[in-house]
């Protein structure tokens, strides 16, 4: 389990999804918890491309390995490929869609065989654009940012977990990285209707 915060954390072995404007700064706090190299997977004509030392506040960018593969279909290929090597402690992917159901399963599957392969199990998060909703991740991430005087400030929800309900947490940014700064008064959440009821 990669620990975030209390009663935020990603169980490893797992493929996990981030959506929403603040997706990467969601990708940006689990690489900053996670220990070894990460790798950092898009495409090369994506506009919003991550800046290393623009992130050096948060972990240091000799850590990360940005990969852009030239095809759409290849970002998947090669998550899939670096989470069955077990080499890689985190992968994100940073994709231009939502993917179906069947590459998600085969990334948890490659995922558990790294963590076989390793003797260590890699975590697999996707960043994919909108409201997201790919079927069959283990927790689904929204992140958008709060704009208002003081701090900077973020809102987080949980919009899907196996384990966990729906819950909303306000986040600031202090000289150690991202913190939760209070839990959020719960509304109700209105459930995706996706795939996720095959599983």
Known sequence: MLDLAPDIALPLGRLHEACGPARRSFALWVASRSTGPVFWVSPPWSAEQIYPQGIKHLLHPGRVTFVSPTRAEDVLWT?????????VPLVIGDLPGI??????????????????AAGRLPLGVILTPGDGGAAGVESRWAMRPEHQRGPNRWGLTRLRARTAPVKDWSITMDTRGFAPLTVKAQKPHAVKNDLEKVE
């Not at 899939?80 to 080499?87: A, D, F, M, P």
């Not at 159901?101 to 995922?111: I, K």
């Open 99 to 116: 993917p179906a159901l069947t590459p998600v399963r085969r990334l948890h599957l490659a995922a558990e065989q790294g963590g076989v």
């Open 79 to 87: 998550l899939e490929e670096v989470l069955r090597s077990g080499q």
